[in-house]
């Protein structure tokens, strides 16, 4: 998992349609009041809160340091972590546990589903929205092309990890849940402002540019949203595409 330091401010302003993207997961989840909710990778915790006004106890981690501050911030509250969703431990057990778009940055998946395995009580439920296979896969290739292209050293190594539902639950399975519900689609997004895409693959691609010198970044960054403005700009809007994994997985 990268140590991304996120920029929070651009994250809500710019980027606000990871969260409001979220909120129709909450129909999966479907919180009950009293319920003990744990929200994995709650940024700056939009969602935490929507799932708390259902009368549910929520708790959020987030391996952002900054992402928590601006959360406590906002929610004073709600209780919010600084935790790795690798290794996290909270006193208790979760009646359910919530993830929206955060698991792909992670590619230790046994570490991740045995923590939240320890987490939920025996039937409790795992509810999760991820990139799946195939997702952002021509902003990927054109950002590598566009490195090539401007003769950049960067050899992207590590990257997002975009699982098929076969993979992920034949994971889940492993690690004693059973999938109770499974969608697999793609999602055309649509990115704010004319810089979309730019601001995009500035806010969300540090897999691609480790060794990269700011100058060469930014002219891989334009070169890259040239190549995909004809088919990814549409009608003064860009979009991202992007393809969703979500699944409903019980504790055994
Ligand atoms: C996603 O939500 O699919 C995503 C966000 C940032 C980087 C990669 C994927």
Not at 15 to 31: C, Q, S, T
Not at 52 to 72: C, F, L, N, P, W
Not at 214 to 236: D, K, S
């Amino acid at each position: 998992m990268p140590a991304i330091g996120w920029n929070t401010d651009l994250y809500d302003n710019n980027h606000g349609f990871v969260a409001r993207y979220g909120e129709d997961l909450i129909n999966w989840l479907r919180p009950e009041e009293g319920e003990r909710i744990l929200d994995l990778g709650c940024g700056t915790g939009s969602l935490t809160s929507q799932i708390s006004q259902y009368g549910a106890r929520v708790t959020g981690i987030d391996a952002s340091e900054d992402m928590i501050t601006k959360a406590k911030a906002g929610y004073p509250k709600i209780d919010f972590f600084t935790q790795d969703a690798r290794f996290f431990s909270l006193p208790g057990n979760f009646d359910a546990v919530f993830s929206n778009a955060t698991l792909h940055w992670i590619q230790e998946q046994d570490l991740v589903l045995q923590s939240v395995y320890k987490s939920l009580r025996p039937g409790g439920r795992f509810v999760l929205e991820m990139g799946g296979q195939g997702n952002i896969k021509h902003i990927e290739d054109a950002v590598k092309q566009a490195l090539i292209e401007t003769g950049s050293q960067e050899q992207p190594a590590e990257s997002w990890f975009f699982p098929s539902p076969a993979t992920y639950s034949a994971l889940l399975e492993k690690h004693g849940f059973t999938v109770r519900s499974l969608a697999f689609f793609d999602r055309k997004t649509p990115l704010e402002g004319e810089e979309g895409m730019q601001n995009w693959i500035n806010m969300f691609g540090s897999f691609f540019f480790r060794n990269t010198h700011q100058v060469t970044r930014e002219a891989v960054i334009r070169r890259a949203a040239e190549q995909l403005r004809p088919v990814y700009y549409q009608n003064g809007t860009w979009y991202a595409d992007y393809v969703r994994l979500r699944i409903i997985a019980v504790k055994n």
